[in-house]
Structure formats: structure tokens, C-alpha cells
């Protein structure tokens, strides 16, 4: 990948919202005209809409990164209409329909464990942490499924650097917000909530690792995780917790949902790898959403050159 | 409630009936419904289809009898045969647009996946039953071998719920909850065998004779 190479694409190049959201008006206003004709599975439709358009907040991103890829992006409406998000439901179009439950503010994350300053950090803190960056990155999913998405955050290091690790912390835990009553679905999801993720503190510190505030130009909309979650592009999207209230610094390498649940399936270091299949289906290749063909895999998602570094001599096919 | 099953406009009212997840499938995609992964959307929503009327067909023999309904088998074989129809779909939107007609992959797949292994080895199960679902094939194979050989519905409609539920990451709610359905209307039988006046009851109600009750 080249680094030096500006990025041609920016937010500016995506479909503003408002024309996105005028679209779906006209849609659906055209399938109320069409439903009157034709009584089918549109009606479904109309009795539940699925778009749920939340408003985001703009955010003043004003630094481009050099970490951006250069890629066409995915499109706003489909990097809000497809999403897993568990807690929401495990269709991936139900956490468009029922992430709006969340309250997103006032929230704060708690800061704790082997640091020196642990404390509270209000969402207002967090936007005001360090200048906010647009990255492009390219996302895979453990599903063989990818999107390009232009993420607005910092890197994580800033966080870690506010409240500096002890010389006990190794790993950095993350635990998403879990309320029944908000996510009544979580109960059909198989797992266990609240989500836990975590990252070695090496991993936390590289500069991809983003802490994620927004995307598109806005503030993060619910079912994408707002308002702050993680980014680790060169590892399964499952690895970059939404919603987070809790980063606690620790000795051991900290329990994590989907290995929990299968260990032989998820591991804890889940890097985007061709080369190691999940035992039910192959990793070689993905489906770039909105693209017909699957394309290549590439080893780290493509970041090895920011990446391959931190698990020299280790063997990926028995730490995957 | 008889006259309304054997009057002649019920068949095609549930031909019909039987069109509409296809129907809908149509009209989701003239109106932007199937998702940011229409292929993934389409393979789903086939599959599930393919399940649900493979076990709407394992429900019509203990509804007749349970409810005193034997014309009710006059729709067993085109809901089979609609199972096979969205099977035949399903498989397709795997070979084309998943493994764009690449049969290397797909037998790789087979051997490889396990979820993939059941799934193909219920589909090709299903092309015998279907081929075989005519009068005249009722007829050649004579009603007692007829009926052994379409037993093999038990078998694929295990392997469907297996295949549901392999596939799945955690949400195992849904193939658990076919798994469940699958289960007491194969119990039932069991039961329904180990009963003495089982043989009495099933020759009146035409079981052993597919024949005349499709004819």
C-alpha cells in the first residue's frame, strides 16, 4: 500500500445525506402508490419501515490521514442498513430498525484498571481528546463480507497517553453498553452481553487503531455504535467493540465474546487472514458489498506494512 | 371444510400461495429491499423457504389424520414439490452467484464445509422425490416401494435443519426452533406406528395408496 499517496476520496465525495434521505422519502411515498396496486411483500414494508434514518451531528474532521485508502467507499445507506449489532437483533437489517432505543447522551466511558489516571471521560471529553481525523479504511468482516467506510476518529494512543498505562498493563479489555430493557433482542443473540473485546497494548497502541467517533462526516449513527467505539482495521470487525463504556487496562489477556462462545472459531487475535479458514467456511476471499465478484483477501486486510511488525515469529495459524 | 379443500379452486389458490415468497422476492428487488448483500439476502430467503415447505409437507399426513382431513393430501405433493422448486433456487443462487459456476469450488466446498456437505446432500436427495412424484412413477414403482423411497423426506428435512443450524454463528433460536417442529412431526409417527389401530386408520385415510389419493 502506498502511504504517500493523498487520498482522492473524502467525505465530500459521498451522497450528502439529505439527498439520500429525500431518496428514501420518494421510495417510499412511490411504494405507498405501488402498494395500493400490487398487495405484497412491500406491505410488510409499510407496516414496519425499515429506514430509520438517525440524524447525525456534523463533525468537524478537518485532517485528512495518510492512512486513508484511496478505494471507492460504500455508501452511507449501506454502511447503516447492513450491520451486525447483536444486541439489536442478528438480521443484519434489524439494528437500523431498533438501534434508535439507545440513548446516547450524556455517556462516558470508564477508564480504569492498570493506569495511573483512571477516570470517567464524558463524550464531550472524548470528541475534545485529540483533533479528530477522517480515515478510510477498509473493513472485513469475519463473514467474508467488506466495506469501505470513511471513519472519523483519533488514534487510540491519544486515550492511552491521557491516562498512561502502568508498567502491569499488557492488555487493553473493552466492554460494550448492555441494557436489556433498550435491547430486548439481545436475548435471542446466541451470545453473551454485556460484548467484551480487547487488544494486546501493543495492538492499542498502533497508530491504525482508531477511536471512533464518527463516520461520513457525522457523528456516529446508532447501529454503527455510537456515540464511541473502536476501529482495528487489519482484524474481523468483530474485534472493534461499539458502544463502549468500559477500557480497563490489564495484566492478562482479557476474555473476549466470540472466542468465549467458540474458541476453535474466534480467537483472540482474529487478524484478517486468507491463509486460516474459519473451520465453516473459507477467509480467501470476500464480497465487497456492492460489488458482483468476490475479491482477494489480502493478509492484515491489507495493512501489513503498518501491522506485520507487531507478530513477528508468531504463528498465525495457531494464534488466529 | 372438506368442500372447501376438494373444490377446484383451492390447488390453484395455494399454487399461488406458494409463488409469493418468489413474488416477493421480485418485488424487493424493484424496490431496493434486498439489503446491501442481495446475493447473501437471496440465498437466505430461498433457503428458508425451501425449509419451511419441507416441513409445511411433513405436517400434511399427522394433519389429516389429526384432524380428520384426509383430502388434505391432495396439496402433499406440489407443496413437496415447491420445496424443490425453492431448494432448485436456492442451489442456484450458491453455484452462480456465490461460486460463479465453478464446480472445482463447489465439490471443494462439499467435501470441505460440513454445512455445505448436509445442505448439498438434501438437495440431491430431493431430485429423486421430485422426479418421481407422478402418477405414473407411483405407478411403475408400485405404491409400497413409492412410499420407502419418499420416506427419504425424514432424512432431508434433518439434513436442512443441521444445514440451518451449521451455518448460523450463535443465533441458534430459529434452526433450533425448526429442529423442534421437525422433531414432533417425526415423533409423531413413531407414535402413530407404535399404535395398534395406526394400520386401520391410515389405510382408510388412503396412505397406503398414494395412488388413488393423487390421482
Not at chain 2, 117 to 139: D, K, N
Request: net charge positive; proline share 6%.
Amino acid at each position: 500500500m502506498d502511504l504517500r499517496k493523498e487520498p482522492e476520496l473524502t467525505s465530500k465525495d459521498v451522497t450528502p445525506k439529505a439527498v439520500y434521505l429525500n431518496r428514501r422519502k420518494f421510495l417510499k411515498a412511490a411504494s405507498l402508490a405501488s402498494a395500493a396496486a400490487f398487495a405484497g411483500g412491500g406491505l410488510w414494508e409499510l407496516a414496519e419501515p425499515s429506514a430509520r434514518a438517525h440524524a447525525g451531528t456534523k463533525l468537524n474532521a478537518a485532517l485528512k490521514s495518510p492512512f486513508s485508502t484511496t478505494e471507492k467507499q460504500n455508501t452511507y445507506d449501506d454502511v447503516t442498513h447492513y450491520n451486525n449489532y447483536y444486541e439489536f437483533g442478528v438480521d443484519k437489517t434489524e439494528p437500523a430498525k431498533n438501534a434508535g432505543r439507545l440513548k446516547i447522551y450524556p455517556w462516558s466511558v470508564s477508564v480504569e484498571g492498570e493506569v495511573q489516571k483512571p477516570r470517567k471521560i464524558s463524550i464531550d471529553e472524548i470528541l475534545k481528546l485529540a483533533p479528530l481525523e477522517e480515515r478510510i479504511y477498509r473493513h472485513r468482516c469475519v463473514e467474508a463480507w467488506s466495506i469501505v467506510v470513511p471513519w472519523i476518529g483519533y488514534s487510540f494512543s491519544e486515550l492511552i497517553k491521557a491516562v498512561q498505562p502502568t508498567p502491569k498493563a499488557k492488555y487493553v479489555a473493552f466492554e460494550s453498553f448492555y441494557d436489556p430493557e433498550e435491547m430486548p433482542l439481545a436475548k435471542y443473540a446466541g451470545i453473551d452481553f454485556p460484548y467484551v473485546e480487547g487488544l494486546r497494548l501493543d495492538e492499542a497502541m498502533n497508530p491504525l487503531t482508531l477511536l471512533c467517533v464518527g463516520m461520513y462526516g457525522e457523528t456516529l449513527p446508532n447501529q454503527d455504535g455510537a456515540p464511541v467505539r473502536m476501529v482495528i482495521p487489519w482484524k474481523y470487525g468483530f474485534k472493534s467493540a461499539k458502544s463502549l463504556v468500559k477500557i480497563r487496562f490489564t495484566k492478562d489477556e482479557p476474555p473476549t465474546t466470540w472466542n468465549r462462545l467458540a474458541p476453535n472459531e474466534y480467537g483472540f487475535y482474529a487478524n484478517v487472514n486468507p491463509h486460516v479458514d474459519h473451520p465453516r467456511w473459507s477467509q480467501a476471499r470476500e464480497r465487497r458489498l456492492g460489488e458482483f465478484f468476490k475479491r482477494d483477501t489480502l493478509m492484515f486486510n491489507g495493512y501489513s506494512d503498518q501491522v506485520a511488525s507487531l507478530y513477528t515469529g508468531m504463528d498465525l495459524k495457531k494464534y488466529y | 371444510m372438506r368442500k372447501l379443500l376438494t373444490s377446484n379452486c383451492t390447488k390453484p389458490a395455494v399454487f399461488i400461495l406458494c409463488l409469493m415468497p418468489l413474488a416477493s422476492l421480485g418485488w424487493d428487488a424493484l424496490h431496493h429491499g434486498l439489503t446491501a448483500n442481495p446475493i447473501e439476502y437471496i440465498t437466505h430467503a430461498t433457503g428458508d423457504w425451501t425449509l419451511r415447505l419441507i416441513v409445511i409437507t411433513l405436517a400434511i399426513t399427522p394433519l389429516r389424520k389429526l384432524l380428520g382431513l384426509p383430502d388434505l393430501v391432495r396439496f402433499r405433493r406440489m407443496l413437496g414439490l415447491f420445496a424443490f422448486f425453492y431448494g432448485c433456487l436456492h442451489f442456484t443462487t450458491y453455484i452462480w452467484l456465490d461460486k460463479f459456476f465453478d464446480l472445482a469450488e463447489m465439490w471443494k466446498d462439499v467435501a470441505k464445509r460440513p454445512f455445505i456437505t448436509i445442505g448439498f446432500t438434501a438437495f440431491v436427495l430431493m431430485i429423486p422425490l421430485a422426479l418421481t412424484s407422478t402418477a405414473g412413477w407411483i405407478r411403475r414403482l408400485g405404491g409400497k416401494n413409492w412410499q420407502l423411497l419418499h420416506r427419504a423426506i425424514y432424512i432431508i428435512a434433518i439434513a436442512g435443519v443441521i444445514h440451518y443450524y451449521w451455518l448460523v454463528k450463535s443465533a441458534v433460536v430459529r434452526p433450533l426452533t425448526y429442529g423442534a417442529v421437525v422433531a414432533v412431526l417425526l415423533l409423531w409417527r413413531v407414535a402413530d406406528k407404535l399404535r395398534p389401530h395406526s394400520r386401520g386408520v391410515s389405510k382408510a385415510a388412503g396412505e397406503a395408496q398414494p395412488q388413488k389419493a393423487q390421482a
